[in-house]
């Protein structure tokens, strides 16, 4: 018999695998509880961990729940201490509303009227002029869009002038002065002026009175009013 080329690989000796098929069943059984038993206390073994860092977690926030309530007493009465502050705050809102109360009308009506007189052109001939003012028991009126600014009072006039030019610059001298704003100015008729039989143009006008034109005299120290007061002097 010859011999077998290495380069074959065959076996040496014949390999003859004479283990009955039942044993072989039953290590692979055995092996297969072993690995079921060993996954399943592994699984235990999470289990039990969980739990055990579960608790650990309550436990620690039981403690910091307690040591949180501890300091609740000590919180309560040092926010008793700051219960004035209510009532503060109610006094300061009652003197605002008391300041708008009593300058609501505080306007010096001496310098607007001389500066509404003085500011109309040459030719101009005011027949009338009325003050319309917000009292102490009716508040500013608020702007009826975003053109048109808060106002404490209306000022209405009526007068002529000898050319129809005139008209827009008896508007321009209006709005120039500071506190008086949303100035209409129209042309009414027009009419012969009596003494020389010239024909001039009735006009009817209003303006109205902003927060501008407040003395600020009873209006607290940095309020808004005053602040747009003292922006309207600085501007004039």
């Not at 500066?115 to 040459?122: C, G, K, R």
């Given at each position: 018999m010859s011999a077998v080329p290495?380069?074959?690989?065959?076996?040496?000796?014949?390999?003859?695998?004479?283990?009955?098929?039942?044993?072989?069943?039953?290590?692979?059984?055995?092996?297969?509880?072993?690995?079921i038993v060993i996954g399943l206390l592994v699984f235990v073994l999470l289990l039990a961990a969980l739990w055990f860092a579960a608790v650990a977690w309550r436990i620690s926030a039981e403690v910091a729940l307690q040591a949180e309530q501890d300091k609740r007493p000590a919180l309560v009465a040092e926010l008793a201490?700051?219960?004035?502050?209510?009532?503060?705050?109610?006094?300061?809102?009652?003197?605002?509303?008391?300041?708008?109360?009593?300058?609501?009308?505080?306007?010096?009506?001496?310098?607007?009227?001389?500066?509404?007189?003085?500011?109309?052109?040459?030719?101009?001939?005011?027949?009338?002029?009325?003050?319309?003012?917000?009292?102490?028991?009716g508040s500013?009126?608020?702007?009826?869009?975003?053109?048109?600014?808060?106002?404490?009072?209306?000022?209405?006039?009526?007068?002529?002038?000898?050319?129809?030019?005139?008209?827009?610059?008896?508007?321009?001298?209006i709005e120039a002065i500071s506190g008086l704003t949303n100035v209409s100015i129209t042309v009414t008729s027009i009419d012969t002026y009596p003494e020389t039989d010239t024909v001039v143009w009735v006009f009817d006008g209003t303006a109205q009175i902003s927060v501008e034109a407040l003395s600020g005299r009873t209006v607290a120290e940095g309020s808004q009013l005053l602040v747009e007061a003292d922006a309207s002097e600085e501007e004039s």
């Open positions: 290495a380069s074959v690989g065959a076996p040496s000796l014949p390999q003859v695998n004479l283990l009955p098929p039942e044993v072989e069943g039953k290590r692979k059984r055995g092996r297969t509880r072993a690995a201490e700051y219960d004035y502050v209510t009532g503060v705050q109610d006094e300061f809102a009652n003197a605002v509303l008391a300041r708008q109360w009593a300058g609501i009308t505080d306007v010096l009506w001496a310098d607007y009227l001389d500066a509404v007189t003085s500011a109309l052109p040459a030719g101009t001939d005011l027949q009338s002029l009325s003050v319309t003012q917000a009292n102490a028991f500013a009126s608020v702007g009826s869009s975003p053109f048109i600014t808060s106002s404490v009072g209306t000022v209405s006039l009526t007068g002529h002038v000898n050319q129809a030019s005139k008209v827009s610059d008896v508007q321009d001298a």
